[in-house]
Nanobody
Framework: QVQFVESGGGLVQAGGSLRLSCAAS????????MGWYRQAPGKQRELVAS???????NYADSVKGRFTISRDNAKNTVYLQMNSLKSEDTAVYYC????????????WGQGTQVTVSS
């Protein structure tokens, strides 16, 4: 079945960096547009970045210039390099397939917690 396993989160000081990884299974990964999402306490889940099968990327305005999404099709893995972290980046980060219906997804992985201390 479809499964996403996120890792790499942690506690970091403002201005620091983290690299998140997400191992995907149960999908034809190399043909699939993937996204990183996050949900902060008391807020709705939001799309952070996406990468399609041709490695074209898109980013939320709040992370442009600081975050980089990439993928390794040989490992069925998508990454999120996060630099210049801010306290407002604190959230649980998830990966999933990306398409226009993502707000209606009901199946998510466990996510990985990112906490940025100021």
């Amino acid at each position: 079945q479809v499964q996403f396993v996120e890792s790499g989160g942690g506690l970091v000081q403002a201005g620091g960096s983290l690299r998140l990884s997400c191992a995907a299974s149960g999908i034809t990964f190399r043909l699939t547009t993937m996204g990183w999402y996050r949900q902060a306490p008391g807020k709705q889940r939001e799309l952070v970045a996406s990468i399609d099968s041709s490695t074209q990327t898109n980013y939320a305005d709040s992370v442009k210039g600081r975050f980089t999404i990439s993928r390794d099709n040989a490992k069925n893995t998508v990454y999120l390099q996060m630099n210049s972290l801010k306290s407002e980046d604190t959230a649980v980060y998830y990966c999933n397939v990306y398409n226009s219906l993502w707000p209606y997804y009901t199946k998510w992985g466990q996510g990985t917690q990112v906490t940025v201390s100021s």
